[in-house]
Every structure is written in C-alpha cells, then in structure tokens.
C-alpha cells in the first residue's frame, strides 16, 4: 500500500480546478446523493482557504468518497462514478460507498454536506438497541 501523497506543483489553480472539476462530474452522476468526508472528517482535497470534501487527490490515485440514494444498485452507480472521473484525472480511481440515505426524507449522512439552500439536519447518532431488543443479547432476569 503506498502513502497517502498529495498531487506535488503548485496547490493553486490548477490543483483546485482539477479538485472542482472531480467533485462537481461525481455530484451529476446520478443516485450520488453526496460527497462524504469519511469517518472522521478526513476524506478532501485541500487548498488554501478551503477544502473539497470527499475528494482526495493522490499521485497514484484518485479517492472519491459518496452518499448514494437508497434504492440505486451499488456497483453500478460505483463503475458511473469511476467512469465520470477517469477522463479528468491521469490515475486509478477509487470510489468508496461510505453511506445510503433516502432522498425522500431528506436526511443528510455524517460527513457530507446538505444541498445548497437546505437547512441542516441535526447530526445522525448511531442508534443503540433498545433493551431487550436483541434476541441474542444476554437477558437479565430480576431474582426475587
């Protein structure tokens, strides 16, 4: 496995555009809900004053990181994403499905961002079982 690199040359234009470019192919691919900034935020190309979230630019590779609309297949939405940025960039392209969420209820997944002119949604926290809700849990019984 080699190190996570970034592009070297100069971080400005070029690299920016290239990391523009990337993103907005990936969010017109559809059933791409969004882009996602992976577990703990670390998924993004950066520049200087910014970030582009769920793309990370790599000398070997290229990492796209995506929320895809429930109901759309996997793998084939995957090889669209694949087949959108392999044209813009000279690089393998990685594309990771790190969330599905349903359009219809207007979640937003952790680490992506919400559409333009959407109001944020409170964070997801991950949902524990309800006591007694796992049939295979240990049951605790009460000895009178």
Do not use: C
């Not at 523009?20 to 993004?44: I, K, M, Q, Y």
């Not at 990685?94 to 997944?109: H, Q, R």
Request: charged share 15%.
């Amino acid at each position: 496995m080699s190190a996570l690199r970034p592009v070297p040359g100069p971080a400005a234009a070029g690299h920016a555009d290239l990391a523009d470019a990337v993103a907005a192919a990936v969010r017109a691919v559809p059933g791409v809900a969004a882009l996602h900034t992976g577990s703990f935020g670390e998924v993004a190309t950066y520049l200087p004053g910014r970030r582009v979230p769920g793309i990370r630019l790599l000398e070997d590779r290229t990492e796209v990181h995506v929320v895809l609309a429930w109901g759309v297949p996997v793998l084939a939405t995957a090889d669209a994403v694949r087949a959108a940025v392999a044209p813009l960039v000279d690089a393998s392209v990685d594309v990771t499905v790190e969330d599905v969420v349903d359009p219809l209820a207007g979640e937003s997944a952790p680490g992506s961002r919400p559409p333009a002119g959407a109001a944020p949604n409170a964070p997801h926290a991950p949902h524990a079982p309800h006591a007694g809700s796992d049939p295979h849990a240990p049951q605790r019984k009460e000895i009178s």
